[in-house]
């Protein structure tokens, strides 16, 4: 117990004693990859944070993702759209910043689906769903500085959308620039 205290005043002083200038806010937006149920849906990711202190922040986050699949009789495409809001916890080096969220908020999914008869058929082929849930995002990533306000993020998310009794689990991926501004 004693050394476990050790280690928690070194770490402690060690980040009182770096100077490194934090920023105030952050803005992150790229490209998204996200996987569900083995379609690979592209699109978007921007978030937006405010941190209180070198450890803490809000952020918000808002994505796109559009996907489709088609064979001979069958097309489906499907669009998701995220709004969350939640914690972010950084750990600031030299080098870049480590970070973890725990967000929660709102998804949006639209269907659209087309049997492609061969032939003219007397009845409609074409179905529209969309329906909207509650949605948690569990991740984080890394910033590699490119300059004093520049640097490139990587992040890994997981997603879920709870549509009642069926919930949807995804895998995201985001990379991109993150611009940052005011001092801390």
Known sequence: MRRLLVVLAV???????????????????????????????????????????????????????????????????????????????????????????TLFGISHEHQHERFLAPFPVPFPTDFEAARNSFATVLGGGGDWNLGKRFAWRGQLDYTQSAFFTVRENHLRFSTGPVFRFGKR
């Open 11 to 101: 770490l402690l002083c060690s980040a009182i004693l770096n100077a490194q200038e934090n920023p105030k806010y952050e803005l992150f937006a790229g490209y998204s990859l996200q996987h569900n149920n083995g379609l690979n849906a592209s699109g978007w990711e921007a978030s937006g944070a405010y941190n209180f202190n070198r450890w803490i922040g809000m952020k918000l986050d808002v994505d796109g993702h559009y996907g489709s699949a088609s064979n001979i009789d069958f097309s489906h495409s499907i669009q998701w759209h995220t709004a969350t809001i939640g914690p972010q916890f950084s750990w600031r080096l030299k080098r870049g910043t480590l970070f973890a969220h």
